[in-house]
């Protein structure tokens, strides 16, 4: 086995082996949205009903309470159209705000694992990393209720608030980012239950939502300063002849840092 | 009242119907390449998802309510896709349309690609 990955000094991008530390791709994502949607609340007789949220449906020995909200992750997808060979790497453009918008800290970062690129770099030293790739991140996030005002409740909260006509930010802790959501579509999925004890009707409205999320192509690593540029001018009548060292327009002895006037009078 | 004198010559709107009528044959037939290669597409993969396995035959690309759309309509082949696309208690979702971003992109490069091998040029 040999190759790049093969290689005993590699180090993955992400340590996993904390998955509750939930970084990492998909990882960071999944526990955002989670976040975004959970909390909500609606009436009944008995009282507020705290709406719970889940991956999938809830296991068989859990007992379904409703309304629940399940999220299923459907597809990663390239954003081919935000693909650029441009990325502008300054450490102290990018700005990062925490959850309620005040600024955390300017720099880079590693996508949906760190704030920041983990790399410790000396007064001579700089950054390079390759272009992010941006992808777009499908999920499902279906409301299930047993009554037809709780079903309305939800989802006239989901298409104002939660999931509303415009492009809408969800925070994700993991990288101190807002990522880029969208709301593709709403389908009612209306169904019976049937049980033991005769058929219930079940409420389920489904919303597939794009969520933004970039992708790394290298590693990134710290690049030594070009901390001089010494910059000589030679003439020549014809590029394809070897240039003299008599050719060198100033001949002048001249130190670093002094200028050096060059007198580009045509010659006869 | 002063003569009118035509400032496009009598020629000039016979060639422009007639470049329009071209653009627009050769856009219908590049669309309809795009279709087939993206309705086959859809099948093929239908075709190898235990869920959607059966229903791959049924789907098709057709006009409703002045729209262009591709999916299963009508029957109870329909209801079954819902069920496919969506999940349900027992089965999670399987997005065979919802995922199709790519087959789509690759339909529309293959229509616009035919365009400019047909007149040099994209229209699309």
Same mark, same amino acid.
């Given at each position: ?49 705290? !709406?719970?949220?889940?991956? =999938?449906?809830?296991?068989?020995? *859990?007992?379904?309470?409703?309304? +629940?909200? @399940?999220?299923? &992750? ?66 499902? !996030?279906?409301?299930?209720? =047993?009554?037809?005002?709780?079903? *309305?409740?939800?989802?006239?909260? +989901?298409? @104002?608030?939660? &999931? ?66 010494? !910059? ?37 | ?124």
């Amino acid at each position: 086995m040999s190759g790049y990955w093969a290689d005993p000094e590699y180090k993955a991008t992400v340590d996993i082996s904390d998955p509750l530390d939930k970084k990492g791709l998909l990882l960071a994502e999944d526990d955002s949205l989670k976040w975004y949607v959970s909390g909500l609340v609606v009436p009944s007789s008995k009282g507020p009903i705290e !709406v719970g949220t889940w991956f =999938r449906f809830p296991e068989g020995e *859990r007992r379904t309470e409703y309304p +629940f909200i @399940t999220i299923d &992750f459907l597809g990663i997808n390239p954003s081919y159209e935000r693909w650029t060979s441009i990325y502008r790497v300054d450490p102290d453009d990018a700005q990062f705000t925490n959850n309620d918008g005040t600024l955390d800290h300017t720099g880079l970062y590693t996508p949906s694992v760190s704030p920041d690129l983990g790399l410790d770099l000396t007064e001579n030293q700089g950054v390079s990393v390759d272009p992010y790739l941006m992808y777009r991140l499908l999920y499902q !996030v279906t409301v299930h209720s =047993r009554s037809a005002l709780h079903d *309305r409740i939800l989802t006239s909260r +989901f298409l @104002t608030d939660v &999931f509303p006509p415009r492009p809408f930010w969800i925070p994700v802790d993991a990288d101190h980012t807002w990522r880029r959501a969208e709301l593709l579509e709403m389908t009612p999925n209306d169904t019976l239950e049937t049980t033991e004890s005769g058929s219930k009707r079940i409420f389920r409205k489904a919303f597939t939502i794009v969520m933004d999320a970039e992708l790394l192509q290298s590693q990134a690593v710290a690049v030594e300063k070009a901390r001089t540029l010494h !910059v000589d001018f030679y003439k020549s009548s014809d590029i394809n002849q070897p240039v003299e060292a008599s050719d060198h327009l100033s001949t002048d002895s001249h130190t670093l840092g002094e200028p050096v006037t060059i007198d580009l009078t045509p010659q006869p | 009242m002063a003569e009118t004198v035509p400032v496009v010559g009598a020629g000039f709107m016979d060639a422009l119907y007639a470049y329009a009528a071209e653009a627009r044959d050769v856009t219908q037939a590049a669309t309809a390449l795009g279709l087939e290669y993206l309705q086959e597409g859809l099948r093929q993969q239908a075709a190898q998802q235990e869920r959607w396995a059966a229903l791959a035959p049924h789907i098709e690309t057709f006009s409703q309510d002045g729209r262009l759309v591709v999916g299963i309509r009508g029957g109870p082949f329909a209801s079954e896709a819902e069920q496919a696309e969506y999940g349900d208690a027992s089965h999670p979702p399987a997005p065979l349309f919802r995922n199709s971003e790519q087959l789509q992109r690759e339909a529309r490069k293959r229509a616009d690609d035919y365009i400019q091998q047909v007149m040099g040029r994209v229209v699309l």
